[in-house]
């Protein structure tokens, strides 16, 4: 196969179903979302036989049980995909909201549209449920999307991408609204990330590896996040209990997500009676505490961190832990080290919250909350296609508006320029 004449041809039809799409209405849209829901609980069992393939490949080459339970297709994830795309037909449809209108001293009135973007090229790892859940927001945003999952899930997703075309046909939308490429040639993803004609923007989810390609390649903009190294900073004025709870729900709840807590700060004047208490029943859940030199003396059986521990996304049972001497020292630690992903305060001092809003560069900053709370679900959009660091376009979880666009509308009864 030519994979540049192949990827040509479907760009041409991406670009081709995205003006159609434009027309669509929101009904046809939620019809292809129930039928999408319906199609995949009907074929479950083709989705899993597919989905064995997989599974039985990864197995022959030696892939951790981590790795086989994120690739893992059963009922109960089926069944999850389905909900979601019922959730995504639940959302308001933004497409076509006007904002801001106002009259000018002209006579005529100036506001904003919301629109799609246009065509979106999803770049992803291992989960097959992100077939579905891209396809799904992309088509209630109104956008084209061609999905290229990896190589180690191509029976499943292509099984999953086939049912959600045919629930397309069946709302009459145009079939190549989403398409996905069935290749597991690595050139493919190097073609897709320079396809300026066809492409809009380009969202990479999975690991580090390949969102740096992906970063690396890409000549069409990109919406993504490299790593999340998450702070959380305990104030001087931090309530002992607020301070316990949420550092162990911020580091424990789930180890493996880009919203886990990996770096612990703590005010100088409050390591000798709130660190002890919070490193132990670190400890106590299993997590290895990496500390400075202040904080070391206070941690039995912490182990001295690096300098590259500062720095680390450690996606598992390990924490950094520094002793900052004020909310300067602190704010500076995170700009200096962090991920500019999600970062938390804990205070009771106004001013310290004011001051740690305004001057953290992050996507999300947090008062007295787990950093876990940065989620598409939890901050009120639905589902999200990702997280983005970007400071342009888009910050944070991205959910249906973050796949829109806006444009100014001018409206008139004849008016001309004097």
């Known amino acids: 196969m030519d994979i540049h ?17 434009r027309r669509a209405k929101t009904g046809a849209k939620n019809e292809a979302l129930a039928s999408m829901a319906e199609f995949l609980r009907r074929d479950a069992d083709d989705l899993q036989r597919a989905n064995r393939k997989d599974l039985r490949a990864a197995e022959e080459t030696g892939r951790d049980a981590a790795f086989l339970d994120r690739l893992r297709l059963d009922e109960g994830r089926i069944e999850a995909m389905a909900k979601g795309l019922e959730e995504i037909a639940a959302l308001p449809d933004p497409v076509g909201e006007i904002t801001d209108l106002r009259y000018r001293p002209s006579g005529i009135q100036v506001g904003k549209m919301r629109g799609p973007i246009g065509v979106i090229a999803m770049i992803y790892e291992s989960r097959p449920n992100v077939t579905a859940d891209a396809a799904g927001l992309c088509l209630k945003s109104g956008n084209a999307v061609i999905l290229r999952g990896g190589s180690e899930s191509l029976h499943s997703n292509m099984a999953i991408a086939e049912r959600l075309r045919a629930a397309l046909g069946r709302a009459r939308l145009p079939l190549d609204a989403v398409q996905y490429v069935g290749t597991a040639d690595r050139e493919a993803v190097s073609v897709l990330v320079r396809m300026d004609a066809f492409v809009d923007v380009v969202i990479p989810r999975g690991g580090k590896g390949l969102i740096e390609r992906i970063s690396r390649e890409a000549t069409v903009p990109v919406i993504k996040h490299l790593h999340g190294n998450c702070h959380v900073y305990v104030d001087a004025s931090a309530d002992p209990d607020k301070a316990l709870r949420v550092v162990i729900n911020a580091k424990t709840q789930r180890l493996g997500t880009c919203n886990t807590a990996e ?16 490193a132990q029943a670190l400890q106590e859940k299993g997590i290895e505490i990496r500390a400075c030199p202040r904080s070391l003396p206070l941690i039995p059986g912490a182990i001295a961190a690096g300098e590259d521990d500062y720095y680390a996304e450690y996606l598992g049972p390990i924490i950094s832990v520094k002793v900052v001497d004020d909310v300067d020292a602190a704010i500076a630690h995170i700009n200096t080290y962090g991920s500019q992903h999600t970062d938390a305060i804990l205070t009771e001092d106004l001013g310290s919250a004011q001051r740690f809003l305004r001057e953290v560069d992050s996507s999300s900053v947090m008062v007295n909350a787990s950093t876990r709370f940065a989620d598409g679900f939890e901050y009120g959009l639905g589902a999200e296609i990702g997280i983005s660091t970007n400071r342009l376009h888009v910050r944070g979880p991205v959910g249906l508006e973050g796949l829109t666009t806006q444009k100014w509308i001018v409206l008139g009864d004849g008016h001309i320029r004097a």
């Open 5 to 21: 004449s192949e990827m040509d041809k479907i760009g041409k039809r991406a670009r081709a179903a995205q003006y159609q799409l």
């Open 263 to 278: 770096s612990l700060l703590v005010h100088a004047a409050r390591a000798g009676d709130l660190l002890p208490a919070i």
